[in-house]
């Protein structure tokens, strides 16, 4: 029969990991299209996502599926045919986040739509990870991310910020509302330049539509918190220089990002398609090599199962606002919507991705107070 030893493969992939094709658990597949099995062979990653996406399987539980995928090397025994292939031939040969396609991102991902995020996120609209330690729901734990990062970079009333990668304004708002620091952010989003120039206004905040390696100026504090992810690794050493170019001598810069555990240098191949074009989590070994001679590094915090419990509870409030929402956005896209953030839950409960939080400053500064906390 056509497909019967993709089959066999593929159950017997699974069961090593204790995932079984129609069984009984929340983390076991359950199978609508016997071509799933070809297509997942072929293309990895891909073809899995897609093959989600067009309804050919469903899993109750994706997030315990992908942890358990991923505390193993079941990815490593699926090898991608010419399209994956292509794929990582092209993050060699070009560079994905220049400046020309630096916007591409914005355009597909963070323009989506507001009513999206606003039923997705926090009051604020943080889209990274939050700070769970004393927190008991999601607004509480964001505020509690914030004020961490103005404790770690000594942020003090008065003091002019530049934020690589703004985002929705939200670390800008609160800067200026609890400090009153004066910040000045970017991104390559239309609709979260409009958002937080309205939600903020009237305070010292600023947001511009600027690739981060076009902004002019020095400030005392320079912060990202989530634009790492879309740099790229050709362009590592880039983003530390401007950090460099732009913070005072006496001033601290601060990372927040998503890291991997191993150098890459193209992402997941259904995850660049569909969700962050163009991205890519970066190594300690990247970052390190790119800050070297320009930093030193002061801290190095790992909040990887604090993004486990965000992305939970992002997905908890999709699925309640999903009856609303499912007119505009359709289907495919639910079900994109629930694969990416299910999947990326599971990804961190395994330890497969991590989430950093860097303090650096410049050589010859005394050393800040930036101690986890």
Request: glycine share 8%.
């Amino acid at each position: 029969m056509a497909g019967s030893n993709e089959e066999k493969v593929v159950r017997e992939l699974l069961d090593s990991i204790g995932v079984r094709i129609n069984g009984p658990n929340p983390y076991d597949i359950q199978l609508h299209d016997n071509r799933t099995y070809r297509r997942v062979l072929s293309d990895g990653a891909l073809g899995l996502g897609e093959s989600y996406m067009d309804g050919w399987w469903d899993c109750q539980a994706l997030d315990q599926l992908f942890d358990r995928v991923l505390h193993t090397n079941l990815r490593e025994e699926v090898k991608g045919n010419w399209k994956i292939a292509w794929y990582f031939l092209q993050s060699k040969l070009i560079n994905l986040q220049k400046i020309s396609r630096a916007y591409q991102i914005g355009e597909e991902h963070y323009d989506t739509g507001n009513d999206l995020f606003e039923a997705m996120l926090d009051n604020r609209m943080n889209y990274t990870c939050a700070y769970w330690r004393d927190a008991t729901n999601l607004d509480e734990a964001q505020e509690a991310k914030l004020a961490m990062v103005c404790q770690k970079i000594e942020l003090q009333p008065g003091m002019t910020v530049l934020e690589l990668g703004c985002g929705f304004g939200a670390f800008a708002g609160y800067a200026a509302e609890k400090y009153g620091a004066h910040v000045t952010g970017v991104t390559v989003s239309k609709e979260q330049v409009a958002y937080g120039e309205e939600r903020y206004k009237g305070l010292p905040v600023e947001l511009k539509l600027e690739d981060y390696r076009q902004v002019q100026g020095q400030y005392d504090r320079v912060i990202s918190i989530g634009i790492m992810e879309h740099v790229g690794y050709k362009n590592y050493r880039t983003y530390m220089e401007v950090v460099d170019r732009t913070l005072k001598d006496d001033g601290i810069a601060f990372i927040h990002t998503i890291g991997s555990n191993e150098s890459v240098t193209a992402a997941n191949a259904w995850l660049t398609k569909y969700i962050f074009p163009n991205g890519m989590l970066p190594s300690i070994a990247q970052l390190g090599t790119a800050l070297e001679g320009l930093f030193v590094m002061e801290d190095w915090h790992n909040m990887g199962p604090d993004y486990d419990k965000t992305l939970m509870t992002w997905y908890d409030n999709f699925e309640s606002a999903w009856p609303d929402l499912q007119q505009k956005y359709g289907e495919r896209f639910g079900r994109m919507w629930r694969y990416y953030l299910l999947s990326a839950a599971g990804g961190f409960r395994a330890r497969d991705a991590q989430l950093w939080q860097i303090v650096m400053t410049k050589n010859g500064r005394r050393q800040p107070d930036c101690r986890i906390i």
